[in-house]
């Protein structure tokens, strides 16, 4: 596609509840990446993918958080038993190949967890 | 861990005015990235330095890499209403296994 497509764009839902969150990465680009922004700060790495493999999952905040690509594209952010803490801005960022490549941005979605 | 601070981290600047940020950081990286950032969007990227010392224009924007390759600078000549935004800048280590964003630095452009 022409950019890089997340989906939901806002996601509401109950402390305890799970939520899933979509990224469609720029077709051909290698490397995926997750963020999370909370109000007023830069973005923070939550994990990386170079092609299906999950290279980087370091910034994952806890065990309730879970990344996939399993066909090496598309990917989905998982939250189980989501907190009020886990309110932010999910970025998910593509780029042709490795770190250091220039990142193309979706818009994020934003998750309110009540 | 490599961190990178980001000052002044709010500018709010009449239009006409010169502006610079700040991209500091204890770490050498082996490039530099500048993004933009609109609420309710992603960031885009703006610049990517690489090589020590090197300046690249961009339009009224000015990046510089220092020569230890451990900040940055931008500098923008005679702000625009149209440059309000979230300034980023991120890097990644010699060894492509880190990549890391600053805070940022929330310029407002007042007509």
């Known amino acids: 596609g022409a950019g890089v497509s997340q989906s939901p764009r806002y996601k509401v839902a109950k402390r305890g509840q799970d939520v899933a969150l979509r990224c469609d990465p720029i077709?051909?680009?290698?490397?995926l990446f997750w963020y999370q922004q909370a109000l007023g700060q830069g973005p923070e790495f939550l994990t990386y993918?170079?092609?299906?493999?999950?290279?980087?999952k370091s910034g994952l905040p806890s065990d309730r958080f879970f990344a996939e690509r399993p066909e090496g594209s598309v990917s989905t952010l998982k939250i189980q038993r989501t907190q009020q803490e886990d309110s932010a801005v999910y970025l998910c960022?593509?780029?042709?190949?490795?770190?250091?490549?220039?990142?193309?941005f979706g818009d994020g979605t934003r998750l309110s967890i009540l | 861990t490599q961190l990178l601070e980001q000052s002044p981290q709010f500018l709010s600047i009449q239009e006409g005015e010169n502006l610079t940020v700040y991209c500091n950081s204890s770490?050498?990286?082996?490039?530099l990235q500048w993004y933009r950032q609109e609420p309710g969007e992603g960031p885009v990227l703006l610049v990517t330095?690489?090589?020590?010392?090197e300046v690249k224009k961009l339009k009224r924007l000015t990046f510089q890499f220092g020569d230890a390759r451990k900040d940055s600078s931008l500098h923008i000549t005679a702000a625009q209403p149209g440059d309000t935004g979230l300034y980023l800048c991120?890097?990644?280590?010699?060894?492509?296994?880190?990549?890391?964003f600053g805070p940022g630095t929330r310029l407002s452009v007042l007509p």
């Open positions: 960022a593509s780029s042709l190949s490795g770190l250091n490549q220039p990142q193309h």
């Open positions: 077709s051909g680009h290698v490397s």
């Open positions: 993918f170079q092609n299906e493999a999950q290279l980087d």
């Open positions: 770490s050498v990286f082996s490039s």
């Open positions: 330095v690489v090589t020590g010392g």
């Open positions: 991120a890097g990644g280590d010699n060894y492509g296994q880190n990549f890391v």
